[in-house]
């Protein structure tokens, strides 16, 4: 095991995410195994699907410590049931028990437990600022009634706390936020048969500098910051914020973008890749988030306090990649050992200078992104992502490669804790340099996600795909390289074989498609250069036509082309076989599997053209 027996629990549970890889509706954690179904039929099949995987694997049960077919099931001290996921009843109940701590010891053991439930209590950051205030280092412990209360109200909130329901992205999403002087408040729910079910809720103290934000800026800061936080649930989903402050709905327009604050537009520039839009509820339908933002335990807290809540969120920060023997304080030794961070964190208290000419050379690299850096528990960060010292870069790099996830999994797995400069230079250098990675076959299969389905055009020849294949043998004297042109809606196929994949080609195949068949509206293509031409873009502007292009390195956004290029390739591969020849025979054998259908489908469910469509056609032969 790599760095010793420290990582035998990760070893374990990637092992066991290995032998149950595939296998749909089941959870693990390392010996911990959770299978769920939403029916009994297809909860079987997975217990089924499970147990032959672990029986392949060697692997054993012990029958005391197995549950079959319960409704409700405690799991990494959550108890989840149809009602939805509240805290482990023995957590609880260790809460409930608890005695007033009488030293930071006992008080920072009573913390740890309770954050471990702070997701299903509000204002969990509010509530605990006084007792939090108790761990600071140069702070005497001193049990005042105020962190008496404190106590009483966070076991008050655990106690009592509420079913959280799943989060279903299927479901219409709604982000409510609010902000006041003293804080911002915000809760994520989604309805269901009518119900508001909610999904995750969360509070934040203001600082003293964010108390003497203008109202505008404190509701923008509101929403800014409550979609960061539920970043994991929002991303790629389509939610409404609902807010009680009518304004906040003009900044998200373009006029408001235009007049930004420089401060409001660094926010709206952060939410720039997500899919929402602004509604306003008045106050009075606004209840949860009112009560978020001025409940009166937002009066106990200051800026100090606040600054304490970013310091935790730092210490947490760390623990998304564990550096196995580096602890938080090590962490902050080596910051403060780094020459580079020191200059840094100097010139976030006194400025930067105006030109980056006149900045240290060692400081060049972080220049571009200078507004974003902060300290927080004297860690250097960027946003929320650490900037550690040079002396770790080369660690950092080597445990994010440590599942051997290749670059791009590597740097992403990085890039969601971590920045510093030339990282993703510093990953390409250590996965071109793993003995690992070269020695064995790199494995293309990506995780798995909800896929969105293809618009299917309403009628024939309104969307095609356009693709190259090649270069392949047995296609004859023509060349080895074709073009392939498919219809979304009837999967009308058109193909030309050429010498050469060139824009002149694909322009002169295309004329030919359209002059036979008619205009479309859209052709799909990947970015090749025949594609993306000066030539290819005059080509389809005189024609009217509209070119969307799939994403990099991401040939499923024009699945239907690259499907029809496997049926190609295999029924090239059994003319071979059978002794057929060339473009002949792939026509024949085309026609023999799809084209018939997709000729009727193509020209038996088409409308005549106009008089204007015809005319149009001849004026661009």
Not at 216 to 227: N, P, S, V
Not at 398 to 407: K, P, Q, T
């Amino acid at each position: 095991m790599p760095f010793g027996l420290a990582s035998a629990a990760a070893v374990f549970h990637r092992i066991m995410q290995n032998i149950l890889k595939g296998v749909e509706h089941v959870l693990c954690f390392q010996d911990d195994v959770l299978i769920y179904g939403n029916n009994k039929m297809e909860h079987d099949d997975t217990l089924r699907s499970v147990l032959r995987a672990l029986h392949k694997a060697g692997m054993t049960l012990k029958k005391e410590k197995c549950q079959f077919g319960v409704s409700s099931v405690e799991y990494l001290g959550h108890k989840i049931s149809e009602e939805g996921v509240k805290p482990k009843n023995d957590l609880v109940k260790g809460v409930k028990e608890a005695l007033a701590p009488s030293n930071k010891q006992e008080l920072s053991s009573f913390l740890g437990l309770a954050e471990y439930m702070a997701k299903f209590v509000r204002n969990f950051a509010i509530i605990t600022a006084p007792l939090r205030t108790l761990l600071k280092k140069d702070t005497p412990f001193q049990w005042s009634s105020e962190c008496q209360q404190a106590f009483c109200d966070i076991k008050e909130a655990i106690i009592h706390s509420p079913h959280l329901g799943k989060f279903d992205p299927k479901l219409k999403t709604y982000v409510t936020t609010d902000a006041s002087g003293q804080g911002i408040g915000a809760m994520i729910y989604q309805k269901l048969n009518g119900q508001e079910r909610i999904v995750a809720f969360t509070s934040k103290a203001l600082n003293e500098a964010e108390r003497r934000y203008s109202t505008i800026e404190r509701e923008t800061l509101a929403c800014f910051w409550a979609i960061i936080h539920f970043k994991f649930l929002l991303w790629g989903l389509p939610c409404t914020i609902k807010t009680d402050h009518k304004p906040l709905i003009n900044v998200f327009t373009t006029q408001g973008r235009e007049r930004a604050t420089p401060r409001i537009a660094k926010w709206l520039l952060g939410l720039e890749g997500y899919n929402f839009k602004v509604e306003y509820v008045p106050g009075d339908k606004n209840n949860i988030a009112d009560f978020l933002s001025r409940s009166t335990g937002f009066d106990r807290v200051n800026g100090k306090d606040a600054e304490q809540e970013n310091e935790w969120q730092a210490s947490e920060s760390i623990l998304w990649l564990d550096l196995a023997s580096l602890t938080q304080k090590e962490w902050i030794e080596e910051t403060e050992k780094d020459q580079t961070l020191q200059l840094i964190k100097n010139k976030i208290i006194n400025g930067w200078l105006d030109k980056a000419k006149d900045v240290e050379e060692p400081l060049k690299g972080y220049w571009n992104v200078r507004f974003e850096l902060h300290v927080s528990n004297d860690l250097v960060m960027r946003g929320e992502r650490i900037v550690p010292p040079c002396s770790l870069w080369t660690k950092l790099v080597e445990l994010a490669h440590e599942g051997h996830l290749g670059r791009s999994l590597t740097k992403n797995k990085l890039h969601a804790t971590y920045w510093f400069p030339r990282m993703n230079s510093e990953v390409e250098r250590a996965v071109r340099d793993c003995w690992a990675c070269t020695a064995s076959d790199k494995s293309h299969s990506t995780c798995k996600a909800t896929l969105s389905p293809v618009n299917i055009p309403e009628k024939p020849w309104d969307k095609l795909g356009l693709d190259i294949l090649g270069p392949m043998c047995h296609l004859g004297n023509k060349g080895q390289n074709m073009f392939v042109l498919v219809d979304y809606h009837s999967h009308w196929t058109m193909f030309k074989i050429v010498r050469q994949i060139t824009t002149f080609e694909a322009i002169k195949f295309l004329t030919e498609a359209f002059r036979r068949e008619g205009i479309p509206s859209t052709l799909v293509t990947d970015n090749g250069v025949q594609f993306t031409s000066e030539n290819m873009k005059e080509f389809l502007k005189k024609w009217g036509v509209y070119n969307f292009r799939t994403a990099l390195y991401n040939p499923k956004a024009n699945g239907l082309v690259e499907r029809m290029n496997r049926l190609i390739k295999d029924c090239i591969q059994r003319a071979k076989v059978s002794g057929m020849q060339g473009e002949e025979a792939l026509n024949e054998m085309l026609w023999s599997t799809v084209e018939y259908g997709a000729w009727i489908a193509l020209y038996l469910t088409r409308e005549e053209k106009t008089d204007l469509e015809k005319s149009r056609d001849f004026g661009q032969c």
